[in-house]
């Protein structure tokens, strides 16, 4: 099928070409924008409390007052406030409330803090847009609008709540992109000049893969609106580095097998025919491990994981076909001029780095076995410690921003929980009104429980079948204290709900306490089936049933080798009380679907040198002296490049990029180059049971001697194959 594939291609590279730019103008043309949101909420399913909490609000108090953004006022001086500079906060309230802003329904008041130094501006906005650009928008103007009528007064003002946060988000997220991507391009940029030393080679890349982003951010935008899925910002940094790093990895494995064709001696053309041959079934493999496993995301509970996983599916997709089509059709047009002026391709290095590698794994497999073993165990320790952290807002950010300087002022000025209160609502289960005696009582032991600063009855609708009781917690919404502390508070007011009626509790804290069980349904679900999905194509690649355990097996090793190692830097050393929550699922779907990459690489170099008629300690030797460059570089430079992430300055992306790229260098350099070769040879033949993939086919010929530390660089056939 890849020979076919190849045959196609070269024999008419224009077309192909032109058909990537006919679709890449058409579906950019055409693709709907990329929506964006930002409320936690929306990622939940309505089966889940809070979910239904809000419900009750919307149906039973639907001019119910939640702010959306607060004017925070204090003294330029940091004194109290006087009466004139109350004065003047109420004219300014006022004023704001008459410019009609859009999205703005209501400006009112705010109460002041306990010391006197603060007060406050509350605005309320459309519910039905919560987490919407729109109301970014409009958190832009009325920041710009309370900054003109503060002019002339006593007072600093500083704009925060959910849109205020959106907009900074907003703000945050397009910078660093933006850092992203100039890393991105730098990291791959130089890495490729060093490999090839051509800077035609080093640029093709980055020009191929950035019209492959057009054509994937557009085929994203349709299936989000086609399935109506949520979006959030994080995203495409994400599929930035996605896209260059893996479609990067792809495009070396490619040039490496062209350039070993040609010099052995194959016409430029039919030399990349035959490397789209030799390396196709690695790259559609490895390809597809990454696709399922993206895929799997589609299980989970959460709109944001589900919206990542098959955006990320077809970024991957995408950058498989220009792999096997695009890129050959440009190279085969340019030919050997594309490594212009290094003549470096024509002959093979010396160099012995590799098979001094080799042949260790080769006399020491069982050392080697537990050594690899060993630093993957002691890493996995770190998991122990591990805290999920789930203000999605403040981890997608810097603290300095505005809206985050707010959230952090609020807290030590007023109660900490005092910014997002969490409300219970009784409502009647037979449609009566519900006896008004029993609230002082349901109030007192709703304020009782630990953790609760006050409890008090916040309003009745009109029907007196709904009552909201307003919960002020002690602790901010998205600390550990407040989730532990809403869930005593849905202990007692369902356990102490009146006869015929039904608590439910809401508000932020109740929301993050159901992320966290959808995130632990997620752990149990999205996990497993990945790994077995993987597994079958493991099995279907190999024709094995027990190299795919210890290889998915050795992943997971990885995997927890990698969040031990978050833990220990962000939590320990940084000093972060937590990771983000859905950090361990990505972490998860990256490092064993792209461990696996480099696994098969291995495996089926090893394989391969085993059909040639060596001993299974020998095979393994020679699969690291021949596929050891080849997954070096390729680690390198997608390790590098999730890397980037860590620029954009905000807690998410830090941590998702240092934990991504520490679990593909760990896939790279410890699991693939050592571990697995290694521990394949100890199993020996019955790795290969029950196809005995590894038998020779025919009798074993005694190789020809070459001279130099042969295949010995980064020139090596990713496909892990001999030519």
């Known amino acids: ?23 890449a103008v058409a579906i950019v043309a055409t693709a709907p924008s990329l929506p964006s949101n930002s409320d936690e909420s929306s990622f939940l399913p309505k089966s889940y409390e809070s979910i239904k909490a809000a419900d009750i609000q919307a149906k039973a108090f639907p001019a119910a007052f939640t702010p959306s953004a607060i004017a925070l006022y204090q003294r330029t001086d940091g004194g109290k406030l006087t009466a004139a500079d109350k004065k003047d906060v109420e004219r300014i309230t006022s004023e704001l409330g008459k410019k009609k802003i859009d999205q703005v329904q209501k400006v009112v008041p705010g109460q002041s803090s306990a010391d006197g130094r603060y007060t406050m501006t509350l605005v309320q906005m459309d519910s039905k847009n919560a987490g919407q650009p729109v109301q970014a928008d409009a958190a832009k103007v009325l920041r710009d609008d309370v900054r003109q009528l503060t002019k002339g007064t006593n007072l600093e003002v500083k704009l925060g709540g959910s849109a205020a946060q959106a907009l900074d988000q907003q703000d945050s997220s397009k910078r660093g992109e933006a850092l992203i991507g100039i890393g991105t391009f730098v990291i791959i940029l130089v890495t490729l000049l060093i490999i090839f030393r051509a800077p035609i080679l080093a640029f093709l890349p980055l020009i191929t893969i950035g019209l492959v982003s057009a054509i994937a951010n557009g085929l994203i935008a349709y299936a989000t609106k086609l399935f109506d899925l949520q979006a959030n910002s994080s995203i495409s940094s994400i599929l930035i580095v996605v896209l260059f790093g893996v479609g990067t990895d792809y495009f070396l494995f490619l040039m490496f097998r062209y350039r070993e064709r040609l010099r052995l001696g194959d016409e430029p053309k039919q030399a990349m025919v035959n490397a789209v041959d030799r390396v196709g079934e690695a790259i559609a493999s490895a390809a597809g491990a990454v696709i399922i496993a993206f895929l799997a995301l589609v299980l989970s509970t959460l709109g944001f994981l589900k919206q990542m996983g098959p955006a990320l599916a077809i970024a991957v997709t995408v950058t498989l076909i220009a792999g096997l089509t695009l890129i050959p059709a440009v190279v085969s047009l340019i030919g050997p001029k594309v490594f212009w002026p290094s003549k470096s391709w024509q002959h093979e290095p010396e160099n012995a780095r590799f098979a001094a590698l080799g042949r260790g794994v080769q006399k020491r497999p069982a050392l080697t076995t537990a050594l690899s073993g060993l630093v993957l165990v002691v890493l996995s320790l770190g998991t122990l410690g591990f805290n999920a952290t789930f203000d999605l807002a403040s981890g997608s950010m810097p603290k300095t921003k505005e809206s985050m300087v707010v959230q952090d002022e609020m807290q030590k000025a007023y109660s900490a929980g005092a910014a997002a209160p969490t409300d219970v609502y009784l409502s009647s289960t037979d ?3 519900i006896d008004t005696t029993v609230f002082d009582a349901y109030v007192k032991k709703l304020g009782a429980v630990d953790g609760v600063a006050n409890a008090r009855l916040a309003q009745l609708n009109k029907d007196g079948t709904t009552i909201d009781f307003q919960v002020t917690l002690k602790y901010e919404a998205s600390t550990d204290k407040a989730i532990e502390t809403v869930g005593r ?12 009626t039904e608590a439910l509790v809401g508000g932020m804290s109740s929301i993050y306490k159901d992320i966290d069980s959808a995130v632990t349904h997620d752990y149990k679900t999205v996990f497993p089936v990945a790994a077995l999905l993987i597994m079958l194509i493991l099995g279907l690649l190999l024709r094995s049933v027990v190299a795919p355990w210890y290889l998915i097996a050795s992943v997971g090793l990885g995997f927890g080798a990698t969040l031990g190692a978050t833990v220990w830097i962000f939590q320990g050393a940084v000093g972060h009380s937590g990771l983000m929550f859905m950090l361990p699922v990505i972490m998860y779907l990256f490092v064993v679907a792209i461990g696996t990459d480099y696994n098969i690489l291995m495996i089926a170099r090893l394989r391969e040198e085993a059909r040639e008629g060596r001993e299974p300690r020998e095979a393994a030797g020679m699969a690291l002296r021949h596929a050891g460059p080849t997954v070096a570089a390729a680690g390198f430079i997608l390790a590098a490049t999730f890397a980037t992430m860590m620029l954009a300055g905000n807690s998410l992306l830090s941590e998702m990029g240092f934990a991504v790229s520490f679990g593909i260098a760990i896939a790279a350099f410890v699991m693939a180059m050592f571990f697995t070769p290694s521990l394949t040879a100890l199993i020996g033949h019955a790795a290969w049971w029950p196809g005995h993939a ?19 660089t980064f020139a090596q056939d990713p496909a892990g194959r001999r030519s």
Do not use: C, Q, Y
């Not at 007011?493 to 015929?500: G, I, L, M």
């Open 694 to 712: 590894d038998r020779a086919k025919e009798p074993p010929t005694s190789p020809a001697p070459v001279s130099g530390g042969e295949r010995d």
């Open 489 to 500: 508070v849905r202990d007692v007011a369902h356990a102490d709900a009146p006869p015929h």
């Open 1 to 23: 099928m890849f020979r076919r594939i190849g045959n196609v291609v070269v024999r008419h590279p224009v077309w192909t070409i032109v058909a990537w730019l006919i679709a």
């Open 431 to 433: 449609g009566k009104a």
